[in-house]
């Protein structure tokens, strides 16, 4: 231990000593903060306010974050809706220029109706591509994969790889459809005084091609007898060729009550899970299993099933009964007499035929059938008039609908094993059961149950908005389909002519998809998603900008300085440093000789 040398008078100096270096430092301190504008360079400068700036400064990262992430994502979000602005005003365009041609029945309108939905097809396609800083934002969570494949390869397929396009689709249809006597797979018959017409014998044919019977009636039931047997339904059976793994997909069409087909695609799910919407339970046995599939539809009228193999689906039809119509003919027949025949078709629509009784007709007319010189000859005259009839309405009303159909079928087609387009099977008489693999699939993005779910944005501590966007969705399918029907069309005959009725038909349906229905998704809808994403990310801007200021606000006299303040400190301390110098040099100079003198 070293004890210092004490003498007389060196505390007072010690003292002084002190009290200068500690305002040389309280000068250093207040220059630096006077330069720097913050209190102090380190927390533990602070003192004890520095747990309310550790916090403080925490919690303004955190609103920092959440502003970046907004701003980030409202590009992705404007973009998003201008590209669903652009498929309304694509969709409008095209809908308002069909009924505007078929009210005006000009010859030239239709191949510029082609035209037009052609070249919306592919900005339709340009908006469905878009991009935000790399990402697409119509891909749901894949989001570095270009959503929607070429026009070319939409409409003709890959024939490099051996895959069909829409165009491809719409010929297996109309041929399903049309049937082998090219009139709607009825078969006619023609005995002494009767004429008869019966739905395909086939109870799969008969649920999804061709026309349905639905009605008959005469104008003069006593001349001209018209007999209608309504038919009954198949019974259906389901079948795994092996136990679904759990989330394997199943695609059943059902019919509806309006006579139209919806698509319903079901999961398969171990346990509980298989009880949930759009899901069907997987059981002990492929066969329970089966059972199950059956249940989860409801009692639905089954039309057809698809699935990969394995586990491979299939639907055994059996049963039912073909509905059955005849017209027999007696004496008596008066021209204006007429017979009347209403037809279904698997799009829900039906098709009204009347056949009028007249003195003379064209053996090729389709409305009139000339009453002949016995009840056996008016009797031939009515059935060739009635074949000519569905030939006709075969060719616009149901290759219009096959169109249609064969165009939503095609958009519905998924990248989920399982889940392509509906193919025709080979023997013509129903859809193929396992999913064909020479098809184009038109959408690669992701598959999510919940589109929105796919993109979200952290806009607060316990806010998260929604923002992701699927190509997929019902309301785009159907307005691509829309407009891919029309555009993979041609409405001129051999001869040059322009078939109207056929474009007729055809408009009408593309229309409907191009219009909404109650239940049905659309592109309002769609918009309006968008549209509230947008404003709740408005508002939680403003939340956090708000929040960040308060907090910063908060800090002022924590972590800065008033540099009023400091340079009224740092004058006063250089003013009492100084007095202090000069009394310290003069008192320094003083002795005790001095004060003798």
Same mark, same amino acid.
């Given at each position: 231990?070293?004890?210092?040398?004490? /003498?007389?008078?060196?505390?007072?100096?010690?003292?002084?000593?002190?009290?200068?270096? !500690?305002?040389?430092?309280?000068?250093?301190?207040?220059?630096?903060?006077?330069?720097?504008?913050?209190? *102090?360079?380190?927390?533990?400068?602070?003192?004890? /306010?520095?747990?309310?700036?550790?916090?403080?400064?925490?919690?303004?990262?955190?609103?920092?974050?959440?502003?970046?992430?907004?701003?980030?994502?409202?590009?992705?979000?404007?973009?998003? &809706?201008?590209?669903?602005?652009?498929?309304? &005003?694509?969709?409008?365009?095209?809908?308002?220029?069909?009924?505007?041609?078929?009210?005006?029945?000009?010859?030239?309108?239709?191949?510029?109706?082609?035209?037009?939905?052609?070249?919306?097809?592919?900005?339709?396609?340009?908006?469905?591509?878009?991009?935000?800083?790399?990402?697409?934002?119509?891909?749901?969570?894949?989001?570095?994969?270009?959503?929607?494949?070429?026009?070319?390869?939409?409409?003709?397929?890959?024939?490099?790889?051996?895959?069909?396009?829409?165009?491809?689709?719409?010929?297996?249809?109309?041929?399903?459809?049309?049937?082998?006597?090219?009139?709607?797979?009825?078969?006619?018959?023609?005995?002494?005084?009767?004429?008869?017409?019966?739905?395909?014998?086939?109870?799969?044919?008969? =649920?999804? +091609?061709?026309?349905?019977?639905?009605?008959?009636?005469?104008?003069?039931?006593?001349?001209?007898?018209?007999?209608?047997?309504?038919?009954?339904?198949?019974?259906?059976?389901?079948?795994?060729?092996?136990?679904?793994?759990?989330?394997?997909?199943?695609?059943?069409?059902?019919?509806?009550?309006?006579?139209?087909?919806?698509?319903?695609?079901?999961?398969?799910?171990?346990?509980?899970? !298989?009880? =949930?919407? !759009?899901?069907?339970?997987?059981?002990?046995?492929?066969?329970?299993?089966?059972?199950?599939?059956?249940? *989860?539809?409801?009692?639905?009228?089954?039309?057809?099933?698809?699935?990969?193999?394995?586990?491979?689906?299939?639907?055994? +039809?059996?049963?039912?009964?073909?509905?059955?119509?005849?017209?027999?003919?007696?004496?008596?027949?008066? =021209?204006?007499?007429?017979?009347?025949?209403?037809?279904?078709?698997?799009?829900?629509?039906?098709?009204?035929?009347?056949?009028?009784?007249?003195?003379?007709?064209?053996?090729?007319?389709?409305?009139? +059938?000339?009453?002949?010189?016995?009840?056996?000859?008016?009797?031939?005259?009515?059935?060739?008039?009635?074949?000519?009839?569905?030939?006709?309405?075969?060719?616009?009303?149901?290759? /219009?609908?096959?169109?249609?159909?064969?165009?939503?079928?095609?958009?519905?087609?998924?990248?989920?094993?399982? %889940?392509?387009?509906?193919?025709?099977? =080979? $023997?013509?008489?129903?859809?193929?059961?396992?999913?064909?693999?020479?098809?184009?699939?038109?959408?690669?993005?992701?598959? *999510?149950?919940?589109?929105?779910?796919?993109?979200?944005?952290?806009?607060?501590?316990?806010?998260?908005?929604?923002?992701?966007?699927?190509?997929?969705?019902?309301?785009?399918?159907?307005?691509?389909?829309?407009?891919?029907?029309?555009?993979?069309?041609?409405?001129?005959?051999?001869? !040059?002519?322009?078939?109207?009725?056929?474009?007729?038909?055809?408009?009408?349906?593309?229309?409907?998809?191009?219009?909404?229905? $109650?239940?049905?998704?659309?592109?309002?809808?769609?918009?309006?998603? +968008?549209?509230?994403?947008?404003?709740?990310? *408005?508002?939680?801007?403003?939340?956090?900008?708000?929040?960040?200021?308060?907090?910063? /606000?908060?800090?002022?006299?924590?972590?800065?300085?008033?540099?009023?303040?400091?340079?009224?400190?740092?004058?006063?301390?250089?003013?009492?440093?100084?007095?202090?110098?000069?009394?310290?040099?003069?008192?320094?100079?003083?002795? %005790?000789?001095?004060?003798?003198?």
């Amino acid at each position: 231990m070293t004890i210092s040398a004490f /003498a007389a008078g060196t505390y007072r100096f010690d003292r002084q000593s002190a009290s200068l270096v !500690g305002m040389k430092n309280q000068l250093d301190g207040l220059a630096q903060q006077l330069s720097t504008g913050r209190t *102090a360079e380190t927390y533990g400068g602070l003192g004890v /306010a520095r747990t309310t700036s550790l916090s403080a400064h925490a919690a303004i990262s955190a609103q920092d974050g959440y502003l970046a992430a907004i701003t980030s994502a409202e590009t992705r979000v404007k973009l998003t &809706s201008a590209s669903l602005t652009q498929l309304k &005003s694509l969709s409008d365009s095209t809908r308002s220029n069909l009924s505007g041609n078929v009210a005006s029945r000009n010859q030239t309108l239709p191949a510029t109706t082609v035209q037009l939905a052609t070249n919306n097809l592919a900005a339709a396609i340009d908006a469905l591509n878009q991009q935000a800083g790399g990402v697409y934002v119509f891909s749901g969570r894949a989001t570095d994969t270009q959503p929607v494949v070429s026009q070319q390869a939409i409409m003709n397929g890959i024939p490099a790889e051996g895959l069909d396009g829409l165009t491809a689709l719409i010929a297996e249809q109309k041929k399903a459809d049309l049937g082998p006597s090219g009139n709607g797979r009825l078969l006619q018959g023609l005995g002494t005084r009767t004429v008869s017409l019966f739905e395909d014998s086939n109870p799969e044919a008969r =649920a999804n +091609f061709g026309f349905n019977l639905m009605a008959a009636s005469s104008s003069n039931s006593a001349a001209l007898g018209a007999n209608f047997i309504a038919g009954s339904k198949p019974d259906v059976s389901l079948n795994f060729a092996q136990q679904p793994v759990d989330g394997a997909q199943v695609r059943v069409v059902v019919q509806l009550a309006d006579g139209s087909q919806k698509t319903l695609d079901l999961t398969a799910r171990a346990g509980e899970a !298989g009880n =949930a919407a !759009g899901a069907f339970s997987i059981g002990n046995t492929a066969a329970e299993t089966a059972a199950n599939l059956k249940r *989860a539809l409801g009692g639905a009228d089954i039309a057809s099933v698809q699935s990969a193999n394995p586990p491979g689906v299939s639907a055994a +039809f059996a049963n039912g009964q073909a509905a059955s119509t005849s017209f027999s003919v007696g004496n008596g027949v008066a =021209a204006g007499d007429t017979i009347t025949l209403k037809l279904g078709l698997h799009d829900g629509t039906t098709k009204t035929i009347t056949l009028t009784a007249a003195t003379t007709a064209d053996p090729t007319s389709a409305a009139a +059938f000339a009453i002949g010189a016995t009840p056996e000859d008016t009797t031939a005259n009515l059935s060739r008039t009635l074949q000519n009839a569905l030939t006709a309405a075969a060719n616009t009303e149901l290759s /219009a609908s096959s169109t249609a159909r064969a165009s939503l079928n095609f958009f519905e087609g998924s990248p989920v094993a399982g %889940l392509s387009p509906r193919r025709v099977a =080979a $023997d013509g008489n129903g859809y193929a059961e396992t999913a064909s693999a020479k098809t184009v699939i038109w959408y690669k993005g992701d598959t *999510a149950a919940d589109p929105r779910a796919t993109a979200t944005v952290q806009a607060g501590t316990s806010r998260t908005v929604e923002i992701g966007a699927q190509a997929n969705e019902e309301a785009i399918r159907r307005t691509l389909a829309g407009i891919a029907a029309m555009a993979a069309e041609g409405f001129t005959t051999a001869a !040059g002519t322009v078939d109207t009725a056929r474009f007729e038909a055809v408009s009408s349906r593309a229309a409907n998809l191009l219009t909404a229905s $109650d239940g049905q998704q659309s592109l309002e809808q769609l918009g309006t998603d +968008f549209g509230l994403a947008a404003s709740s990310m *408005a508002n939680a801007k403003s939340v956090a900008n708000t929040t960040k200021a308060t907090l910063e /606000a908060s800090l002022d006299g924590v972590d800065t300085v008033s540099t009023e303040e400091v340079a009224a400190k740092l004058l006063s301390l250089q003013t009492q440093l100084q007095a202090s110098y000069k009394v310290t040099s003069i008192l320094s100079e003083m002795s %005790l000789v001095n004060y003798l003198r």
